[in-house]
């Protein structure tokens, strides 16, 4: 990086013996924030919950969420339509099975023929 914020005086002989030159070189380079560990870090975590808040945005509002699914809303539509499904969490099933029901819900029972 050095290397390329200095091209008059890199290849002149004697560039990196004189500390005069290598003086004039430093003043040359684009001043960044020279911040002390602490400051830097807090920086460092300000910008990553600034980027992190600014996905999360656009995610939840913006179009990088349109495949999302909202389960609580699903859940619900299926608690409005009477659909029978589990609560037990052994994975995504909408749907109990036959025996599932029997089980949570003993008074409902299915006539075997």
């Not at 029978?84 to 994975?91: K, V």
């Amino acid at each position: 990086m050095i290397f390329l914020s200095c091209p008059p005086i890199y290849h002149l002989p004697g560039t990196w013996n004189d500390p005069e030159k290598i003086a004039r070189c430093n003043d040359t380079l684009i001043p960044h924030a020279h911040l002390g560990q602490g400051a830097a870090f807090a920086v460092f975590l300000g910008l990553l919950v600034f980027a992190l808040v600014a996905y999360g945005i656009y995610m939840t509002f913006g179009s990088g969420g349109k495949d999302l699914r909202d389960e609580i809303k699903e859940h619900a539509r299926m608690h409005e339509l009477g659909i029978a499904h589990g609560h037990e969490g052994d994975g995504y099933k909408p749907v109990m099975t036959q025996k599932a029901q029997e089980r949570d819900y003993p008074q409902h029972h299915h006539d075997k023929k």
